[in-house]
């Protein structure tokens, strides 16, 4: 089976940064898709940024500018760099991997992410 630990979340001032990492282990030999979701109390979850195998990345238009998301395939480790944090950035992030195209979606257990003063 696959296992995703993600590290790095805690509490920030508004405007500050936080790197999250997310590390896959288990019968991994490729990754497909590798994302990052957050979801804030009493909302949805959602989408915030994914990167294909190639280095392809894409994010939801509320981060765009202000976080990074990147990958190292030795690794099976997907990384989120945020910076100019706001408030409303504040959430429970959680990474999620896809091995093959339509393939089983794997997700890890959260970290939580606080933006206050």
């Known amino acids: 089976q696959v296992q995703l630990v993600e590290s790095g979340g805690g509490l920030v001032q508004p405007g500050g940064s936080l790197n999250l990492s997310c590390a896959a282990s288990g019968t991994i030999f490729t990754i497909y898709t590798m994302s990052w979701y957050r979801q804030a109390p009493g909302k949805q979850r959602e989408r915030v940024a994914s990167?294909?195998?190639?280095?392809?990345?894409s994010y939801t238009d509320s981060v765009k500018g202000r976080f990074t998301i990147s990958r190292d395939n030795a690794k099976n480790t997907v990384y989120l760099q945020m910076s100019s944090l706001k408030p409303e950035d504040t959430a429970r992030y959680y990474c999620?991997?896809?091995?093959?195209?339509?393939?089983?979606?794997?997700w890890g257990q959260g970290i939580q992410v606080t933006v206050s003063s």
């Open positions: 999620k991997i896809r091995l093959t195209v339509g393939g089983y979606d794997y």
């Open positions: 990167i294909s195998s190639t280095g392809s990345a």
